[in-house]
């Protein structure tokens, strides 16, 4: 993962080392989604329940995750779709509404939240009860008056996305009240999706505009 600081002109973009979660585990295949939840019901829900099972617990779970600090939640950065694996079965059994998705986040597992604690129930037991909150996208329009934007972003292949890491107090973003925050994810500038044109966009235009995704659970304004 590679993270930079937008948008101070003395400085360079950096490296460091992030954390990269690739857990395995959950669930025995004798359970089912709740059969009391209709497909009316889960169309266009924002939150859901997924039951994962696998017989043993070095079966894969099919899930790649990144940890999103401060929500104290994990990002999927990728689904297998084999359905030997617990997410695979699953997304086999299931209507398109309720599958599991790259993009999507668990906030909790077996009723458990914060992140260490749903990664070891994730990776020591074959049954797991996960909520997922599908993403919510918005745009948002930041000039920058001449301000640095004054934001912390990292990224990880092959995710071209854009994690909010950090936001500078009295700068461009925090100036302007935008509804930004620590652990959104911004998945567009200016109309570029790439890594690269979207960093060049933050750095150079005065004015940007931010298509922005966060976990539905915690969208409060749009």
């Known amino acids: 993962m590679a993270c930079f600081?937008?948008?101070?002109?003395?400085?360079?973009?950096?490296?460091?080392q992030m954390v990269r979660v690739g857990a395995k585990s959950a669930g025995t295949d004798e359970t089912s989604p709740d059969a009391a939840a209709t497909c009316a019901e889960l169309a266009g829900a924002e939150v859901f329940r997924a039951r994962l099972s696998r017989e043993f617990v070095d079966t894969p779970l099919g899930l790649d995750f990144e940890r999103v600090h401060p929500l104290d939640i994990l990002h999927i950065e990728r689904v297998e779709g084999h359905s030997d694996?617990?997410?695979g079965s699953y997304n086999s059994r299931v209507a398109k509404v309720r599958q599991i998705q790259v993009g999507d986040y668990?906030?909790?597992?077996?009723?458990v939240?914060?992140?260490?604690?749903?990664?070891?129930?994730?990776e020591k037991r074959v049954e797991a009860e996960v909520m997922v909150a599908r993403p919510k996208e918005f745009d948002i329009t930041v000039a920058k008056n001449g301000k640095p934007l004054g934001l912390e972003l990292k990224f990880e292949r092959p995710s071209d996305a854009l994690f909010v890491s950090d936001i500078d107090v009295g700068h461009a973003v925090?100036?302007?009240g935008a509804n930004l925050r620590v652990g959104d994810r911004i998945v567009?500038?200016?109309g570029r999706t790439s890594f690269d044109d979207m960093?060049?966009?933050l750095r150079e235009s005065?004015?940007?505009?931010?298509?922005v995704s966060r976990a539905s659970k915690y969208v409060t304004v749009l």
């Open 5 to 16: 600081r937008c948008c101070h002109p003395e400085d360079d973009a950096s490296t460091e």
């Open 85 to 87: 694996s617990a997410v």
């Open 106 to 111: 668990i906030i909790s597992v077996n009723g």
């Open 113 to 122: 939240t914060g992140i260490d604690d749903m990664l070891d129930i994730l």
């Open 174 to 176: 925090d100036a302007s």
């Open 188 to 190: 567009e500038v200016n």
């Open 199 to 201: 960093a060049a966009q």
């Open 206 to 211: 005065e004015s940007v505009h931010l298509r």
